[in-house]
């Protein structure tokens, strides 16, 4: 295997799973590099089915080894919210800001030690018949207004275990060696090298 689908329009993924699997020698296309595949759906119920469905329906489009991340943020207060839907937190075609003013907006007067949240991410990578699955987690707690300019999503709101800067106050090689992403593509390298 030399070649590998990323299963994501998302820039901010692309970007950030490319450097992390930079050293490997596997050329990584993107969606924006093969034609003909369709909008992806995300109705799983979980990360590990939108993640297993993404890379399932690129690789039957490609033909190609499919690689597919899906991942989110789980805030204990709210029971594991927004959890599989954060990415459309705020509504279909909402913003990052609007995903975060209203989980903000929902974490109003809660105390710092009732903050808790993780960031999750689930990666599947599929190529024939075989199917493999890594995750990573990163612990750490919300802040209570958005901090910095780096990164997407719920990173300027992230405040992660061991730090008092938000995902979006740190440097990408700060994030990279620590991001629930990072995790999960560390393991999935293992698999990669393998196969390589």
Do not use: W
């Not at 950030?16 to 759906?41: F, M, Q, W, Y």
């Not at 995300?42 to 499919?66: C, I, M, W, Y």
């Not at 990164?151 to 994030?175: H, N, V, W």
């Amino acid at each position: 295997m030399n070649t590998v689908v990323l299963a994501t329009r998302n820039r901010h993924k692309i970007l950030e799973i490319k450097t992390i699997l930079a050293d490997l020698p596997i050329t990584i296309l993107t969606l924006g590099d093969v034609s003909g595949v369709p909008d992806l759906r995300e109705d799983g119920a979980t990360f590990q089915e939108n993640s297993l469905q993404k890379a399932r329906e690129v690789h039957v489009h490609t033909k190609l080894p499919a690689l597919a991340d899906d991942s989110g943020l789980e805030v204990f207060y709210l029971n594991g919210r927004p959890g599989v839907v954060s990415a459309r937190y705020a509504g279909e075609g909402t913003t990052d800001e609007r995903n975060n003013k209203k989980l903000l907006g929902e974490m109003l007067g809660v105390p710092p030690r009732r903050r808790k949240a993780q960031f999750r991410a689930v990666i599947t990578l599929v190529r024939g018949n075989s199917v493999e699955v890594a995750e990573g987690i990163c612990p750490g707690v919300l802040a209570e207004s958005p901090r910095g300019t780096n990164g997407f999503g719920y990173d300027p709101i992230f405040i992660p275990d061991g730090f008092s800067r938000t995902y979006a106050e740190l440097t990408a090689e700060e994030k990279n060696r620590i991001s629930h992403r990072a995790k999960a593509l560390s393991k999935m390298k293992e698999i990669l090298k393998r196969g390589v």
